[in-house]
């Protein structure tokens, strides 16, 4: 049991991780959201609560359905390279589902950074998407370094809105005219990958024999308490909060999707 922060005392609700994919994939694809783009968003919102970042997670679907069904986000997303220059390049996304656009971009650097052993792609006319770390392990996964720079360079550079042009998720009938730079590195070029792993084991042992603070017991390197929390979450389901659940049951009621809930 856990107490809510009105007051309540609510049992804690664990949901199978693979159903509420499957369900998450389908209310988008429902709405419009190509097959495979419908997954790729799913998976993005639902790895996010594993992880522990329930921000980014699940409660977000339905802001995004919302600016679908407001038409502030094109469903269909259709890329533009309006800038293609070696390791260089620049995407309009025209509105379009902003996790698509950044899976792009991401694949796009590393793609470049192979070649020319850096690669940069900005986005510009996205949307909010999700969680950073869905693309910086994306890229780790591959030996390379990849960096998702803020406002100067996602939106300035690349054209799109910045500081009070952007607008919040939350704001669903507004367009979110956000912007992306992807960078990515290969570490291959500046030393061995083996030897670059030795070296950030060093780099992360350092981290973890800082004495922590009174009234804790670790001290944590960046990703680790994800990579703890995730196999657990998988194993035993993922917690969600009641208004998350309730806004998933809207949902599935709404798209004719209720045999498809997680929640059932």
Known sequence: ???????????????????????????????????ADARLVADTLVQADPWGHQSHGVLRLGWYLDRIRNRVLDPVTKPEFVVDAGAMALVDGHDGVG??????AAK??????????????????????????????????????????????SG???????????????????KSNCGHLMIAIDIGA?????????????????????????????????GEIEARNDPRNRRDGIELPEDTRADLARIARESGLESKSPLA
């Open 1 to 35: 049991m856990h107490i809510a922060s009105q007051g309540r005392i609510m049992a804690s609700i664990r949901v199978n991780h693979e159903r509420l994919l499957d369900f998450c994939a389908a209310v988008y694809a429902g709405a419009g959201v190509r097959d």
């Open 190 to 222: 500046f030393q061995p990958l083996a030897e670059f792993n030795a070296r950030m084991e060093r780099f992360a042992d350092e981290i973890k024999a800082v004495p922590p603070a009174r009234g804790f017991e670790e001290v944590f390197y960046p």
């Open 99 to 104: 996790h698509v656009l950044t899976v792009l």
């Open 156 to 174: 300035v550079l690349t054209g799109s809105g910045f500081l009070s042009a952007v607008h919040s998720p939350y704001k669903t009938a507004e």
């Open 108 to 153: 796009e650097a590393v793609g470049r950074a192979k070649r020319h052993g850096i690669g940069a792609v900005g986005v510009r006319s996205s949307n909010h998407f999700g969680t950073c770390m869905n693309y910086t392990t994306m890229a780790e996964h591959k030996g390379y370094a990849i960096v998702a720079m803020v406002d100067v360079l």
